[in-house]
């Protein structure tokens, strides 16, 4: 059941009220009598009577009440669900992903132009036609389910906006179907749009595809990484494309944390794209927020892909322990590492509380006394002996298998590289909340094995690199230097971008701001980090998050062709009026309203008949 | 509103009515002076009674000589005494007498009751019985006394005239009590009430006839007590106790009433009539003369 005027439940509140008159009502009329000898026999003559007379008060208010409850039923204007079913529904899918931004002629965008015509819809809202409103961005969900209320249907339009996310729109129709094959009557769906392509609907569809300017040109890939060959800098990728029919020159700029660090001349032809690379950008310091903004210069009808963030790497200082009675190889390969205080330690003088003050420890060839995996704190590489249990020797190995995904081996090549022997190694089981790895295998014997627990990480190289010809090939110094820092908990250089509408998964504890920042701030500001968990970014720009006290910044882009193409696909629909409802019966509310009248009538004949009082 | 004092109703022509009639007594008393009543003394009056022989002491003057004639024996010719009647009115004048129904505009029973005593007093009067008048309520609360002969009828309408406060219960054994108290002689009493007692009359009227009354009962009634038409959501407000009593009058409610109006009228009836009580009930619609004339010749109360 479905009430239509749920406000007219505040007539309750009147009950009392009734309750008041009738009890006014009984206040009678006085006559002067000789005696009261009959009266009273007559009036009052038994206790059955006298029951009866109680009664007769009591079903007199038990009908005033009941009057009153029909008549504020009446008002509430209660419809059976059936009945509505039968009557019209109608669905609006309101596309709110980025290309809705896009402006007119007019300077108008598709968005404001779909919400007017969604609101001229909740207009035609009524008793016997419901509307429910689809919002459209990285993903469809129902912004408002099947009403009649246009107030509340046009207050809800009023808090729907925009985003910057990219997203499809058959998923949207999907649900738009589900919704409506729940329903009896008249169904339609009514899609605001840029002017999506539909080939087949359900159910009768009319498609309003609002225009906007062609003339666009938008940045579709924005992205930094660290040079492997100079941690130090990285360097920036930019593409971007004209999606207009006429060439365009246009100009892009640089920014690093505000300030701008480069400016390029673009030129680029009709349905042309130009990829750009800046190249030796320094990284960022300690105090530094990271933010690198791309800006084109351009009068086009989307806006929103003229910018893009990215957010460069800080730079850390890492401290390594080598714990070794010398190794040439590798204190040369430390020494060269900028990012990395490198010191030196004889085994004997090895202890486990001197290692815990480094962020990584090498033992070469040497493993401390009663070391166990269960109880070790800190991050180790362990070069030929190794805390696992040795197996047979293993000769000339070949290197069979590695993971170029793994950040140990990432851009490490190893064809052809000799190696003199090797301890046997089958990838060790899981224990003591160890999970293992082998990212560099001969065949099933492992020749690098990585374990991580928590945070804590332990790698193990199961040759002598000195046995082998491995220090002579570029590969030996990106091998200990990915896996040093990884040891030390180096993220990958390259931070992976995030697109809007797409959900990110923060760390527990971890809290994001609210609202993206896009433009530097004179006063440094930051927007505080209010919510974490499942967090989905809904506009571009950088987003602070706080975790265990440390502050990173994510940037948040929209990065969709499809989305900064603004040219209409397909044209609006013949827009059909919408159907009058079949007019089945009388909703429940004219039943209860005769059924009050009703009663009032029983109750003034009964009265006048002095059945009740 | 007519009144005991209005002489339209006791215009000469109806006093010469009253003149004609006579008070019924269903036995004899005994009287203190002569006048128009037999007795069961034989006196001087011209109604011959019976024949005794003649003795010595006789007066010459009694003797039949006629019968002398035929029978040659002295006979003396006895004549019945006509001896004075004690007629007494116990008039109720509690609160229940005075009321009216609201509008009504008729003569209430209070003015009935008054003007049937005042009517039968003349009556009395007229035949040189001895009348006294007593209203009552709760008690006897006023009374005037000793009435012989017509030329008093005039202070018997001047007590009429003035009758006592209306706003006392009746209470009709605690009145007959007083009365019979300071009543020596016993005689005709006519008690004219509504009978609305809830202590009930039955004791009041037996207290009479202990007292060696013949008692004469007019009960007087309106009508609007007897069928009221009042109907609806009621506070009916007792005229006497000033009590109220929250009733909806409906026609099966008013049937009730009516129906219980029926019988206390016909138990009070039913019981002057095992006590050898004469018994008039009139209402206040009736016009007064066939009241006078009529009813109360019906209820053997004159002739």
Redesign the interface.
């Known amino acids: 059941m479905t009430f239509l005027s749920p406000w007219a439940v505040w007539a309750l509140a009147g009950l009392p009220v009734v309750i008041a008159l009738y009890f006014l009502r009984?206040?009678?009329?006085?006559?002067?009598?000789?005696?009261?000898?009959?009266?009273?026999?007559?009036?009052n003559?038994t206790s059955r009577h006298a029951f009866f007379?109680r009664l007769?008060h009591l079903l007199s208010l038990l009908l005033h009440i009941a009057i009153f409850l029909l008549l504020a039923g009446a008002l509430a204007k209660p419809v059976m669900d059936r009945l509505v079913n039968d009557g019209a529904s109608v669905v609006i899918i309101l596309d709110c992903r980025a290309r809705m931004q896009a402006k007119d002629e007019s300077g108008a965008t598709r968005f404001e132009r779909a919400i007017h015509t969604a609101r001229a819809y909740a207009a035609e809202t009524g008793e016997r036609r419901q509307f429910a409103i689809i919002e459209v961005d990285s993903a469809p969900s129902v912004a408002v389910p099947f009403t009649s209320d246009e107030r509340r249907l046009l207050d809800l339009l009023g808090e729907i906006k925009v985003t910057d996310a990219a997203g499809e729109m058959g998923a949207a129709l999907d649900l738009a179907y589900t919704l409506l094959e729940a329903r009896g009557g008249d169904r339609r769906v009514i899609l605001l749009s840029d002017g999506v392509p539909v080939a087949e609907s359900k159910f009768p569809l009319t498609s309003h595809a609002f225009p906007a300017l062609g003339n666009n040109v938008g940045i579709t890939r924005f992205a930094t990484r660290t040079l492997p060959a100079n941690p130090e800098t990285s360097e920036v990728l930019l593409e971007v494309r004209n999606f207009g029919d006429a060439a365009v020159k246009t100009s892009v700029e640089i920014s690093f944390d505000g300030r701008p660090i480069d400016v390029k001349a673009l030129t680029l032809p009709a349905g042309g794209r130009s990829f750009s690379v800046f190249p030796a950008l320094v990284k960022s310091g300690r105090a530094s927020r990271g933010w690198l903004t791309a800006r084109i210069e351009a009068d086009d009808s989307l806006a929103v892909d003229n910018s893009a963030f990215a957010t460069l790497p800080g730079a850390r200082s890492r401290r390594v322990l080598l714990v070794s009675k010398g190794n040439f190889f590798m204190e040369r390969i430390l020494e060269a590492d900028s990012s990395v205080k490198f010191e030196m330690l004889a085994p004997e003088a090895y202890s486990s509380e001197l290692g815990a003050k480094f962020s990584a420890v090498i033992f070469d060839q040497f493993v401390p006394d009663k070391f166990e995996l269960a109880k070790a704190e800190g991050n180790f590489l362990f070069v030929k002996s190794t805390p696992f249990s040795a197996g047979a020797v293993i000769e000339q190995p070949l290197v069979t298998e590695v993971d170029s995904s793994h950040p140990s081996t990432r851009n490490v090549s190893l064809q052809n590289v000799s190696i003199l022997r090797s301890t046997a190694l089958a990838v060790p089981l899981a224990a003591d909340g160890w999970r293992f790895s082998a990212p560099l295998r001969s065949f099933d014997n492992a020749l690098l094995v990585t374990g991580q627990r928590n945070a804590q990480r332990l790698a193990a190289l199961l040759f002598d690199v000195a046995e082998s010809d491995l220090p002579l090939r570029v590969a030996f110094p990106l091998l200990i230097s990915n896996t040093v820092h990884w040891l030390a908990g180096d993220e990958p250089e390259t931070l992976p971008g995030v697109i809007a509408g797409r959900p990110v998964n923060l760390p527990d504890g971890a809290k994001v701001s609210a609202e993206p920042m896009t433009a530097w701030p004179r006063d440094g500001s930051v927007h505080p980090a209010v919510a974490g968990g499942a967090f989905r970014p809904m506009r571009n720009g950088f987003y602070h998050v706080e975790e265990g006290g440390v502050s990173r910044w994510i940037a948040v882009n929209t990065f969709s062709e499809p989305e900064s193409e603004s040219k209409a696909t397909s044209a609006s629909t013949a827009v059909a009026p919408l159907p009058s409802a079949v007019f089945t019966g009388w909703p429940l509310w004219q039943w209860l309203a005769i059924a009050g009248f009703v009663l009032l009538l029983g109750e003034w004949w009964l009265h006048h008949?002095?059945?009740t009082? | 509103m007519a009144s005991v004092h209005d002489d339209r109703l006791f215009d000469s022509a109806f006093l010469a009515k009253l003149e004609q009639l006579h008070l019924l007594a269903r036995r004899l008393f005994r009287g203190e002076q002569r006048a128009e009543r037999r007795s069961r003394q034989l006196g001087s009056s011209l109604e011959f009674a019976d024949y005794r022989e003649y003795a010595e002491g006789d007066e010459m003057r009694s003797i039949d000589w006629p019968a002398y004639a035929r029978l040659e024996r002295l006979f003396v010719k006895l004549y019945e005494q006509e001896q004075d009647l004690a007629v007494s009115f116990l008039v109720d004048a509690s609160a229940s007498m005075h009321w009216r129904p609201d509008g009504a505009q008729r003569t209430g029973k209070f003015d009935t009751a008054r003007r049937i005593a005042a009517a039968l007093a003349y009556i009395a009067l007229a035949n040189l019985d001895r009348v006294s008048i007593h209203f009552f309520a709760d008690s006897v609360v006023s009374e005037l006394g000793v009435m012989r002969g017509k030329a008093q009828f005039h202070d018997v309408l001047d007590f009429f005239r003035q009758p006592p406060a209306s706003t006392k219960p009746t209470n009709l054994r605690a009145s007959v009590r007083a009365f019979v108290q300071r009543t020596k002689r016993s005689g005709i009493v006519f008690v004219l009430s509504d009978f609305f007692d809830a202590a009930g009359y039955e004791e009041a009227l037996a207290m009479l006839q202990h007292a060696q009354f013949d008692v004469h009962v007019i009960q007087v009634l309106e009508p609007a007590e007897l069928s009221p038409i009042e109907t609806g959501d009621l506070r009916l407000v007792e005229s006497e106790s000033g009590a109220s009593l929250e009733v909806t009058a409906n026609e099966a409610v008013l049937e009730r009433y009516r129906a219980e109006v029926a019988a206390y009228n016909a138990g009070l009836e039913a019981f002057c009539r095992r006590r050898a009580i004469s018994h008039a009930s009139v209402t206040c619609e009736r016009p007064f003369e066939d009241v006078v004339l009529k009813n109360l010749r019906d209820g053997m109360m004159l002739k």
């Open positions: 009984l206040r009678r009329r006085a006559v002067k009598v000789s005696t009261h000898m009959f009266w009273e026999r007559a009036a003559k007379q007769r008949r002095r059945r009082e």
